[in-house]
Nanobody, 120 residues
Framework: QVQLVESGGGLVQAGGSLRLSCVVS????????MGWYRQAPGLQRELVAD???????NYADSVKGRFTISRDNAKNMVYLQMNSLKPEDSAVYYC??????????????WGQGTQVTVSS
């Protein structure tokens, strides 16, 4: 079994910062791309940022220059540093990872989500 557990969400004023963390545990042979998605009420889940095992990053246009994704491969963790937060960043943030448990196929796993609320 594989588990992803997020932490670090909360309530912050506009212009503030939060750092989300996600740890992967369980039967892990290797982890490929890791990422953060978010879903606001009434909207589809959208990609915020992702990072490959080699460190290549990709960001949604709406967060470029404000958010930074990073990972610690030794600890099986991924982080999202969120600065200059805006009310429209409010959403449930989900951690995501492509994981191989046995060295063959990769499957996409999701965390349970952590709420981020930005007040104006």
């Amino acid at each position: 079994q594989v588990q992803l557990v997020e932490s670090g969400g909360g309530l912050v004023q506009a212009g503030g910062s939060l750092r989300l963390s996600c740890v992967v545990s369980g039967r892990i042979f290797s982890i490929n791309t890791m990422g953060w998605y978010r879903q606001a009420p009434g909207l589809q889940r959208e990609l915020v940022a992702d990072i490959t095992s080699g460190g290549n990053t990709n960001y949604a246009d709406s967060v470029k220059g404000r958010f930074t994704i990073s990972r610690d491969n030794a600890k099986n963790m991924v982080y999202l540093q969120m600065n200059s937060l805006k009310p429209e960043d409010s959403a449930v943030y989900y951690c995501n990872a492509d994981i191989s448990s046995f060295g063959n196929r990769y499957f996409k796993y999701w965390g349970q989500g952590t709420q981020v609320t930005v007040s104006s």
